[in-house]
T-cell receptor, first 115, second 120 residues
């Protein structure tokens, strides 16, 4: 099955700096890679996702890059703000048309933005 | 749009009792829902895939007789933790995937708010 590794486990940055979280996946058949933000005791919220037919996607201060050859993808947050502090999870999923495959999550990164 | 609700948000029960958790898609029909378990400061671990009108598909190591899943309609899936024990205490989260066509189908999963189960 799929295995997703995520680094770092914790990340502390100063407000205004950039934050980068990296994930690798094992199954070359995976083709959908979402990133979720989870605040303490709350549900994971999708913040950005990318499919295997593109290499980069950007949404305001958030961007995701995908390297299919190396099987890794990264989340980039620019101009970080204290409200960005949360746990971020990457995930990978195989082609959904097959029906049953769900998301395999990374271990999470606790991001702390220091004001 | 794409709102998923879960009930109850928290529950405390005695060891040996059964607890039912409901997951509803409020504004879309979901042929597939997923159940995850999350221990403190850990990641989400998939327990099972719930398919409307058919049996759930359980992940390796998840006891199907202990975690009963019923997906009776296109907007409701239930997870029943039978004969709960303290080690079953966890945060249970469901997700649902809106239907869609095309090459990718609909990949995006929307999560419920979770249910915190504490077994005494």
């Amino acid at each position: 099955g799929e295995n997703v590794e995520q680094h770092p486990s914790t990340l502390s940055v100063q407000e205004g700096d950039s934050a980068v979280i990296k994930c690798t996946y094992s199954d070359s058949a995976s083709n959908y890679f979402p990133w979720y933000k989870q605040e303490l005791g709350k549900r994971p919220q999708l913040i950005i996702d990318i499919r295997s037919n593109v290499g980069e996607k950007k949404d305001q201060r958030i961007a995701v890059t995908l390297n299919k050859t190396a099987k890794h993808f990264s989340l980039h947050i620019t101009e970080t703000q204290p409200e960005d502090s949360a746990v971020y999870f990457c995930a990978a999923s195989m082609k959904v048309i097959t029906g049953r495959r769900a998301l395999t999550f990374g271990s999470g990164t606790r991001l702390q933005v220091q004001p | 749009g794409a709102v998923v609700s879960q009930h109850p948000s928290w529950v405390i029960c005695k060891s040996g009792t059964s607890v039912k958790i409901e997951c509803r898609s409020l504004d879309f029909q979901a042929t597939t829902m997923f159940w995850y378990r999350q221990f403190p400061k850990q990641s989400l671990m998939l327990m099972a895939t719930s398919n409307e009108g058919s049996k759930a598909t359980y992940e390796q190591g998840v006891e199907k007789d202990k975690f009963l899943i019923n997906h009776a309609s296109l907007t409701l899936s239930t997870l029943t933790v039978t004969s709960a024990h303290p080690e079953d205490s966890s945060f249970y989260i469901c997700s649902a995937r809106p239907p869609g066509g095309g090459l990718w189908g609909t990949d995006t999963q929307y999560f419920g708010p979770g249910t915190r189960l504490t077994v005494l």
